[in-house]
């Protein structure tokens, strides 16, 4: 089975730092994304690991760990834009995503 | 290019009735998906598609059908609608050897 777990909501600090956890069990392994998805609106893509390590873009930095089943999503000089729901998927076989139920960001000034 | 376009963005339906929901791509992206995300969750998939004449079950396909006859067309059919397919449906489309899906705007679904 699927099975991805991240918190459901977190607050923080505008100009801070916020890490956002995301562990996850599936059948199949092709890579962890994020997507961030502002309220009413679409998904948005912001990263892909399928190695272990860090990956960098930005403010935003994506975090593999493939052995223990862990992600995580760092979030550098919050802005209040970045207030919006942060969904960890996993691509399992044929192109498919599995996605967590996502985490609301609450940015307060 | 117009990216991935949904239609309609808002509909409601009675108990009963059918109808489809469109989707379209002019990214030429073999890929495509269906995904439904009830209030507070994430996105459950549908049905999904790895190119034209292709397509397969997700997670939660009862009451849908698709079809892809062509490469940017991957419309969602709903046999007869029930409350509990009220929801926002997603459309989503992305190359074969890319890893980044692009998705449509939506299409809010109300079933009475």
């Known amino acids: 089975g699927q099975n991805i777990d991240q918190p459901t909501e977190m607050t923080a600090t505008e100009g801070a730092i916020v890490q956002i956890n995301c562990t996850y069990q599936?059948?199949?392994?092709?890579?962890l994304f994020w997507y961030q998805q502002h309220a009413g609106e679409a998904p948005t893509f912001l990263s892909y690991?399928?190695?272990?390590g860090l990956e960098e873009k930005g403010r935003f930095s994506s975090f593999l760990s493939r052995s223990k089943g862990y992600s995580y999503l760092l979030l550098k000089e919050l802005q209040m834009k970045d207030s919006a729901s942060y969904l960890c998927?996993?691509?399992?076989?044929?192109?498919?995503?599995?996605f967590g139920d996502g985490t609301t960001l609450t940015v307060k000034p | 290019n117009a990216g991935v376009t949904q239609t309609p963005k808002f509909q409601v339906l009675k108990t009963g009735q059918s109808m489809t929901l469109q989707c379209a791509q002019d990214?030429?992206?073999?890929?495509m998906s269906w995904y439904r995300q009830d209030p507070g969750m994430g996105l459950r998939l549908i049905h999904y598609?790895?190119?034209?004449?292709?397509?397969d079950q997700g997670e939660v396909p009862n009451g849908y059908n698709v079809s892809r006859s062509t490469t940017e067309d991957f419309p969602l059919r709903l046999l007869s609608a029930a409350p509990s397919q009220t929801s926002v449906y997603f459309c989503?489309?992305?190359?074969?050897?890319?890893?980044?899906?692009?998705f449509g705007p939506g299409t809010r679904l109300t079933v009475l």
């Open positions: 990214m030429n992206h073999e890929y």
């Open positions: 598609s790895v190119g034209a004449g292709i397509t």
């Open positions: 690991n399928v190695l272990d």
């Open positions: 989503a489309s992305k190359p074969s050897r890319a890893n980044e899906q692009f």
């Open positions: 599936t059948s199949g392994f092709n890579g």
């Open positions: 998927a996993v691509g399992t076989n044929a192109g498919k995503s599995t």
